[in-house]
């Protein structure tokens, strides 16, 4: 039988059909390895290759907001006997890494007690302004020192505490009862600070006893961290101080 135009072109048609597939298994083999290569794992077993997708990058804990604070407070709040900026204020914010807002301490004021200003009341539209994400409110020494009566100064600690949960709804208040001059005198500081902590209490807000102080000390050595006056810590005692105060903060 002679061969026709037909049966002449089946071999070539058969050439060019095993070409393309060739070229297409090519092209599936090229993608594949390039996958492989942006981070998919291959395993081989006898006879068979299996290919597993690549993983979830991993990435590091999200970045901490920044927090902003403000500091409310007495002589220890302005850091009376510490170089300057050398208070607990200015350390438990450098501690913590937030932004100080402002440092409002006044000599010798208290909740009743003005110093050498006006009392804490009258001070708490400055710490408003602020707009601070953290409020530390810290005192009742002088109005110790002044013979205040504790149970007044608890109106006026309440006052303030509610004006600022009501003013800064969004802000942390946290409340620093009186801190002891002096361990012989730390029975002077209790019944000031219970007036003042059930203050905080009956507002919400947090306190911290700033008579846990002396737990931190070996009171022997107390001189070590007061300052040549006899009275204000050094700046080694306002890093105590900034421990205590900067623990609480963030365990809260």
């Known amino acids: 039988m002679s061969e026709t135009r037909a049966d002449r072109r089946r071999p070539v048609a058969l050439w060019a059909g095993l ?17 492989d290569e942006e981070g998919s794992t291959t395993v081989t077993t006898e006879g068979a290759t299996t290919t597993a997708p690549p993983e979830e ?3 590091g804990p999200a970045p901490t907001e920044d927090v902003s604070i403000a500091f409310l407070g007495d002589s220890l709040t302005e850091g009376v006997g510490a170089p300057p900026e050398r208070g607990y204020a200015w350390q438990v914010a450098e501690d913590l890494g937030w932004e100080l807002e ?17 009392p804490f009341p009258e001070r708490v539209d400055g710490i408003v302004e602020t707009g601070a994400d953290v409020v ?15 149970a007044d100064v608890a109106v006026a600690a309440e006052d303030v505490f509610h004006e600022l949960v009501e003013r800064m709804p969004a ?3 946290v409340v620093v009862g009186p801190f002891p001059v002096n361990p012989l005198l730390a029975g ?10 059930g203050a905080a209490d009956a507002v919400g807000v947090e306190y911290v006893d700033a008579a846990d102080l002396l737990d931190r000390v070996d009171t022997s050595r107390w ?4 300052s040549e006056d006899g009275i204000h810590p050094n700046e080694e005692g306002y890093d105590l101080m900034a421990q205590l105060i900067g623990e609480r903060l963030t365990a809260g």
């Open 19 to 35: 070409i393309v597939v060739a070229l297409i298994l090519l092209a599936a083999g090229l993608t594949w390895a390039a996958w």
């Open 57 to 59: 990058a991993t990435t």
């Open 102 to 118: 402002l440092v409002d301490g006044v000599g010798g004021s208290g909740y009743l007690v003005p110093g050498a200003g006006v």
């Open 136 to 150: 530390v409110v810290s005192g009742g020494t002088n109005d110790i020192f002044q013979d205040q009566v504790a």
């Open 171 to 173: 802000a942390r208040i």
């Open 188 to 197: 002077m500081s209790v019944e000031m600070s219970d007036a003042i902590e």
């Open 223 to 226: 001189s070590e961290y007061i």
